[in-house]
């Protein structure tokens, strides 16, 4: 008997280890058995070809000159000087205000909606699209595989050093919020590439505490100079586990229902779904606000994320997937979202799009993939 406890003691953590391998690969594993769909849509595509075919990586897969790179290239679009007209956005100072400008502007029409996932496919695009045009990055868009970092302050992307998207806020007393109990921060982030960067824009609808100051404007969009702040923590991202993301493409058969699952949860996601477990596991101030979220530089992560998960369901069954829509147009309820729609991220993109131009990864304006 004793040495049948003895055996058990050795085996179980090989055990717990096994278990967290297979869970983290099974996320991948539909990954790869749909990217023969995606390369037979490839070989169709009269925009995309092999030799231009892009690979989007996980953050923790890009080696720590890669990382840095794309840091780089982050920073420059941080410091270079807005593309909006003079005085008519006066919180818009940079280059990368102009992307959260135009989420501000779109929000209530661009979530809870049939455009969610093609806008945002679109706008994070647009994004790689600054970064590689505008400031001499040669890489793709990074996303941040949630399941995989269960403890996001000791990931890569969050754990301060000079490669990561930075640290935690300084943990400062605080309280719990409407989506969820105090966290581990709270405060300014003080390490990483964006210790010393200044959020301008915003707020419009926080969720933080403490509340960050008002802009001097109702609608956000005048100067409201202020650190970056975060409240990592492991209270939200335990939603947004590899078995958690695999429930959500397996059990999911109509466009409606991923969609909806993946913004409002329910059986899957806790009570925020997967996109809002992601954002409030940044929180604070800007990420807490659905308004703003992507004044944190970890928002395009997080998105890359998001499209990920879209493109492994539409693989599952591609050709069932692709042309299809539901949904209204308007957060607030109402309207009818249509293949037809216009996507206009004018501030940040010059062509104007309908949702039928962005729903395949290999067709219209896109050239990638996810690996």
Known sequence: ??????????????????????????LGDLQTKGRAAIDAQLAKSTTCTKATLKVRKEWGDLTVDQRKSYIKAVLCLLNAPSKMPAGKFPGAKSRYDDFVLTHIQQTLQIHGTGNFLSWHRYFTWAYEQALINECGYNGTQPYWDYGRWQDPEKSPIFDGSDSSMGGNGEKVAHKATSVGPAQNGGGCVKTGPFKNMTVHLGPVSPIADPAPPKNPASNGLSDNPRCLRRDLGPNLIKYCTTANLVTLITGQKTIGNFQNTLQNGGAVGGSQGIHGSAHFTIGSDPGGDFYTSPGDPAFWLLHGGIDRLWTIWQSQDLSNRTQVISGGTSMMGGGTAKLTDNVDISNVAAKVYQIKDLVSVTDGPFCYVYE
């Open 1 to 26: 008997m004793l040495f049948l406890r003895q055996s058990l003691c050795l085996v179980l953590p090989f055990l717990t280890i096994f278990a967290d391998v297979v869970q983290g690969d099974a």
